[in-house]
């Protein structure tokens, strides 16, 4: 049975929590692991942290907020432990962003130190990014630091292990745990503080959720500066006692699959996008042997649901839905109660308000409120702007059954008004799905001089046709309007490093083709 959600599961900091779940579940217990293969104990993952924090907090200031340009992988995770151990806050960049917004990035939270590694930045070929990088902070090496540890450092590493509440910093749950920032999936990111009480407040309601099993392993190629990746994917599995397989990129679809069945992964973390190119790439029983996947981001197509069914079995895709803002999960379906089209049953804790929106009939804006939700947002200055009475706005439209499952019907920006009529983007996207269901598609609304707006469809079906997708809509008595007039094919459509659709990156696409045309 899932164990009942109880608001003072948060009431601890991360670092704490970390050392509970080790008392809980073994010291012994190997608990971490990444590409190296070289798993590490709950005991092995606190003595690294106290080693490399206490070198960080040499060249670092308690309070600090301090950049990580790093993967998902056993370095990731305990850099951040390390980092708590000592008081020191995480600000997670987003190696994928872009110069532009990376630097805005570390600006708008005050990092003046960045942590990354030679590996990484080799591997990734991100030396752009560290130049970038280097005009405004001090950039320092992981592997520069572990150079450093010496006897000394590990002995006092292990006495911290046994003592540990007499070495690291004492923090309040209520203390910014990470620094993260939002998708950019419409526009600039934001900068969004939550705190220890929020992250274990999540995880608490997760596992509240879902009925954990402490012989799963969890297998997360999702970065770990998308929330979903750091929460879902690297924390809530140590604070819950599942074994976690850190991989350091979900674009390496060929590789994967054969990981997830030679870890012995039990669930799968990824996005609809990822996890049917996993799914295509596959040898047979690869993903055979996993009890659930886990989606969020985006929709899941039902392409992907009947995919992944044909080809390895009764393997439950769970499309789930959050908020970087929500720590992030607000709603995930369940292994035992999987309903497709929907993103499952709204989480236990979690107030909601629903407001209707002018000129749109079905649902209304999603408001949320609960334990999980942000500190808050960081403004121009720096400072924090606590959300408003509690209340996160979600910007999603959605319906709510009154059993609490939740099915989106598109956000409130991306709706276009044709004609005077609201028309959902999310529904344009989904009568191309419907036709051509092995394509990616992304609808934008631009100006139009005599409608207000029109659609514009961007494909990578290449044998798409505006008279195809409007007899297909005429067939399910969709309406028209919601039929975009303006095809743009391309190989790719593009996908921010979280997986998400990048309609910005999109927008400029087709700027970029009409000025061409």
Do not use: W
């Given at each position: 049975?899932?164990?009942?959600?109880?608001?003072?599961?948060?009431?601890?900091?991360?670092?704490?929590?970390?050392?509970?779940?080790?008392?809980?579940?073994?010291?012994?217990?190997?608990?971490?692991?990444?590409?190296?293969?070289?798993?590490?104990?709950?005991?092995?993952?606190?003595?690294a942290s106290f080693a490399l924090g206490h070198k960080i907090s040499q060249i670092t200031a308690p309070g600090d907020t301090v950049g990580l340009l790093l993967p998902s992988s056993n370095a990731g995770v305990v850099t951040v432990f390390g980092l708590h151990a000592f008081g020191r806050v995480p600000a997670m960049l987003n190696f994928s962003a872009g110069l532009r917004n990376l630097r805005a990035a570390v600006k708008l939270a005050g990092v003046k130190r960045v942590l990354t590694s030679h590996r990484f930045i080799e591997q990734g070929k991100l030396h752009d990014l560290i130049d970038a990088l280097e005009e405004r902070c001090e950039i320092t090496y992981l592997e520069d630091l572990r150079a450093k540890i010496d006897t000394t450092d590990r002995l006092r590493a292990l006495a911290a292990s046994f003592f540990p509440?007499?070495?690291?910093?004492?923090?309040?749950?209520?203390?910014?745990?990470?620094?993260?920032f939002t998708s950019g999936s419409f526009g600039a990111p934001r900068g969004v503080v939550l705190s220890h009480a929020n992250i274990l407040a999540n995880v608490a309601q997760v596992a509240a959720n879902i009925d954990l099993d402490t012989d799963w392993v969890w297998f997360n190629p999702l970065p770990i500066f998308h929330c979903f990746g750091l929460t879902a994917g690297a924390i809530l599995p140590l604070i819950q006692g599942l074994r976690s397989f850190q991989y350091p990129s979900p674009l390496h679809t060929k590789i994967i699959p054969g990981l997830v069945k030679d870890s012995k992964a039990s669930v799968?973390?990824?996005?609809?996008?990822?996890?049917?190119?996993?799914?295509?790439?596959?040898?047979?029983?690869?993903?055979?042997?996993?009890?659930?996947?886990?989606?969020?981001?985006e929709k899941v197509r039902d392409e992907t649901h009947n995919l992944i069914a044909e080809h390895f079995g009764p393997v439950p895709v769970l499309e789930g839905y959050g908020a970087t803002e929500a720590s992030p999960v607000i709603a995930v379906n369940k292994p035992d109660d999987n309903r497709r089209g929907t993103v499952g049953q709204l989480l236990p804790g979690i107030e909601t308000r629903i407001e209707p929106v002018p000129g749109i009939n079905r649902g209304g804006r999603l408001f949320v409120r609960g334990p999980n939700i942000m500190t808050g947002y960081l403004d121009a200055a720096g400072a924090l702007e606590p959300p408003k009475d509690g209340w996160h706005d979600t910007g999603d439209v959605v319906e709510m059954t009154k059993d609490s499952w939740i099915t989106i019907l598109g956000r409130v920006k991306r709706f276009a008004k044709i004609g005077g009529e609201m028309v959902s983007l999310t529904a344009a996207e989904d009568l191309a799905a419907g036709l051509w269901p092995a394509s990616r598609h992304a609808v934008i609304a631009v100006p139009d001089g005599k409608k207000g707006e029109r659609l514009i469809l961007v494909t990578d079906q290449q044998g798409a046709e505006v008279s195809k997708l409007l007899a297909h809509a005429q067939g399910l008595?969709?309406?028209?309007?919601?039929?975009?007039?303006?095809?743009?094919?391309?190989?790719?459509?593009?996908v921010l490093g979280s997986g998400k659709t990048d309609y910005v990156a999109i927008q400029r696409m087709t700027q970029a083709e009409g000025k061409a045309a």
């Open positions: 049975m899932a164990r009942a959600f109880n608001v003072k599961d948060s009431r601890s900091t991360l670092f704490d929590a970390l050392l509970a779940a080790a008392r809980r579940f073994g010291g012994k217990k190997a608990i971490l692991e990444d590409q190296e293969r070289k798993p590490l104990t709950y005991t092995d993952l606190i003595r509440h007499q070495f690291s910093t004492r923090l309040k749950p209520s203390d910014p745990a990470v620094v993260l799968l973390l990824a996005t609809d996008t990822f996890i049917n190119q996993y799914a295509r790439a596959a040898e047979p029983g690869d993903l055979s042997g996993l009890a659930f996947i886990v989606c969020g981001a008595g969709a309406p028209e309007l919601a039929v975009p007039r303006r095809i743009v094919k391309t190989t790719e459509i593009p």
